[in-house]
């Protein structure tokens, strides 16, 4: 082959275009009508947080959004005048990320990732672990009271 000639390049194999195997897909947290239908633990510990949010605010919307291939589901997002927080399933983690988690008390401590981040916090939890539920309800109602009251960002 001389200088000027194109090698022919090798197919790259990335991780995304690998196919999953049955067993992960068997893991993955599916829904029906609202019901968890694996008895993966990251499926029921979002049902669980899901109730929390329901009984802190009844008034909530859920919707899901972002949905891909990876992920034809979507992301769950919880509103009220605004996105409140969305909950996503890792391999070794549920997070839950409040938008502007960083405005908010947290005197329990729970926000525990994306501590660094400048609006947004976390709350990831790992599977065996409890979460304080009148703490978390009292992120989601501040959260809420948040994206109720005015500021100066949203022109108000």
Known sequence: MT???A?????????ASKPRSTAAKAKS???TN???VSGDW?????????????????????ERKWKKPSNPAGVPVWS?????????TYKNAVKLTFMYG????????????????????AIDIHEGEKVDAAA???????????????SKRRGA
């Open 3 to 5: 200088p000027t000639q």
């Open 7 to 15: 090698k022919p390049k090798a197919k790259a194999t990335t991780r």
């Open 29 to 31: 947290s599916a829904k």
């Open 34 to 36: 609202g019901k968890s």
């Open 42 to 62: 990251r499926a029921e510990t979002l049902d669980r947080m899901r109730s929390l949010i329901l009984e802190a605010v009844p008034a909530m919307t859920e």
């Open 80 to 88: 009220h005048n605004g996105i409140v927080c969305t909950g996503e």
């Open 102 to 121: 960083a405005s908010l008390p947290d005197p329990k401590r729970l926000f525990n990732a994306s501590l660094d981040a400048g609006t947004r916090r």
């Open 136 to 150: 978390f309800k009292a992120i989601v109602k501040a959260a809420v009271a948040h994206n109720a009251a005015p």
